[in-house]
């Protein structure tokens, strides 16, 4: 949960995590705030990290603040489309090459060694989500279990080391007004860790999927057809980062696999009645698309 404060001549912005929590490793609140301040003066865009705050420091939760970056967000595809053609594309593949970027930062020399365990990432990640979906299903849903199981046999070996963001997509991304292809900061760090890069790309390649839109109301920016084409952004990735996308397949059935368990947790807070604002009616509905999506990806291998 995001929130501006100010005190009449600052501002800046609180986060905290959601209200009935079901998958409290996804909101690590310290462990934002920690990233966001070591990421400070690298190559990669953040805001300011301005104070964190303990259970017991007035919100009952961890919270975070930082500074108030001035910009856009595009969320839905009407704001996407308010853009020429080449601001669109401009704009995907300056968030590709950022994420380069950040997985080009060496752990070590930003203070951040030991903020993960990247040996076994990939295996570990598999039985995480597995293990929250059966913390958070609503449902029985076989290809789930299918999906587990495939994913966990076709595990290959980290393909390197960096700073995953765990998260990545346009919408958590503050752009610059004049120019949408300048990334100000990258917001929504709680998922970040040490592990393997290509899990980042497979996710963001993921948002792009049509299957994705439930999730946002049928209206997420990410799954736009005038972006450019999942395989164009794959190629980007491969260019600026020099890293071989030969397991593509399997890191985005990961993908799928992870956004049908957030999906279903946002689906379970809205039946338990916990979430705020509108739009929350329609996630349920991606979970099993997406889980089959990810089935696919295994058996093709490449984004289409």
């Not at 919100?59 to 839905?76: A, C, D």
């Not at 950022?98 to 930003?110: E, K, M, N, Q, S």
């Not at 368990?261 to 698309?289: C, N, S």
Request: glycine share 10%; with cysteine.
């Amino acid at each position: 949960m995001t929130y501006l404060v100010t005190d009449g001549h600052t501002r800046w912005v609180l986060r905290r995590p959601p209200l009935g929590g079901l998958t409290p490793s996804a909101h690590d609140m310290q462990r934002e705030y920690r990233v966001i301040a070591a990421l400070a003066g690298s190559d990669v865009p953040v805001a300011r990290a301005v104070a964190f705050g303990e259970a017991g420091d007035g919100l009952g939760v961890p919270f975070s603040v930082v500074e108030y970056i001035e910009g856009q967000v595009i969320r839905t595809r009407r704001q996407l489309h308010a853009l020429p053609d080449d601001e669109i594309a401009r704009c995907a593949y300056g968030l590709v090459d950022v994420l380069a970027r950040l997985h080009a930062v060496d752990p070590d020399a930003v203070g951040l060694a030991g903020f993960g365990r990247p040996e076994g990432y990939l295996t570990r990640q598999v039985q995480r989500w597995h293990d929250q979906w059966q913390r958070v299903r609503t449902r029985e849903l076989a290809d789930m279990e299918r999906l587990y199981a495939d994913l966990t046999a076709a595990c290959p070996v980290e393909s390197g080391v960096s700073i995953v963001h765990g998260d990545y997509r346009i919408d958590n991304a503050i752009l610059d007004v004049a120019d949408p292809a300048t990334v100000r900061a990258v917001v929504d760090w709680e998922m970040a860790t040490l592990g393997d890069p290509l899990a980042d790309l497979g996710l963001h390649l993921v948002y792009a999927d049509p299957t994705f839109s439930p999730v946002l109301s049928g209206s997420a920016a990410s799954t736009s057809d005038r972006l450019p084409a999942r395989a164009d952004l794959a190629q980007r990735y491969a260019q600026a980062s020099g890293r071989d996308l030969g397991d593509l397949g399997f890191y985005l059935a990961l993908g799928y696999f992870k956004i049908a368990v957030i999906a279903e947790g946002i689906h379970a807070r809205f039946q338990q009645g916990l979430t705020r604002g509108t739009g929350f009616d329609t996630v349920g509905r991606a979970v099993a698309p997406l889980t089959a999506a990810g089935l696919r990806a295994l058996t093709h291998g490449e984004p289409r």
